[in-house]
């Protein structure tokens, strides 16, 4: 079974410091994983993908993510936090026939 | 590009009223999700679509929903009767993916929020 289990309802940053969202994963395959950003009131943005090729992912927006097999997790990091980053983020698994599973969000504030 | 196009933005309706929510793919995509995002609930996958044809539709919640994709560039999903609990921001989403490969990008569009009084 494929399951994706985000470990920080919330995260909160100043402005200039790094980001840190923890995502760890259960998957029976070598599985495909995916970062979404969501704004208010908005829809979700793909801000990057890993599909087994580099294990570090560059993404948008300074984004970066690390494939860890041997810890099955999928953290998203940036050196330098903006206000705008202020959003929620989803760490996600790919499933059989192109299914997503999605965890259940970070929502990232960045205090001025 | 326009990316994935849905109409209304905004829904609001009285229990017992049909609702019909569409859904415009990126040209070219063949794989479309229907999914339901509420603040108890998170994102759920309400059902999808490979080349038209529905493939899984375990997340739809009861008969009253229903989706249809009558050509590959239009989809609408349905609820009749509404009731208040449907109420929530329904997301489509389309991607390009060969059969029997990996999951590709799914491109979200901007979300319908359905509130039912």
Known sequence: AQSVTQLDSHVSVSEGTPVLLRCNYSSSYSPSLFWYVQHPNKGLQLLLKYTSAATLVKGINGFEAEFKKSETSFHLTKPSAHMSDAAEYFCVVSFQGGKLIFGQGTELSVKP | ?117
């Not at chain 2, 059902?47 to 609408?76: C, L, Q, W």
């Open chain 2, 1 to 117: 590009d326009a990316g994935v196009i849905q109409s209304p933005r905004h829904e609001v309706t009285e229990m017992g009223q049909e609702v019909t929510l569409r859904c415009k793919p990126i040209s070219g995509h063949n794989s479309l999700f229907w999914y339901r995002q509420t603040m108890m609930r998170g994102l759920e996958l309400l059902i999808y679509f490979n080349n038209n044809v529905p493939i899984d539709d375990s997340g739809m919640p009861e008969d009253r929903f229903s989706a249809k994709m009558p050509n590959a560039s239009f989809s609408t999903l349905k609820i009749q009767p509404s009731e208040p609990r449907d109420s929530a921001v329904y997301f489509c989403a389309s991607s390009s993916r060969a059969s029997g490969g990996r999951a590709d990008t799914q491109y979200f569009g901007p979300g319908t929020r359905l509130t039912v009084l």
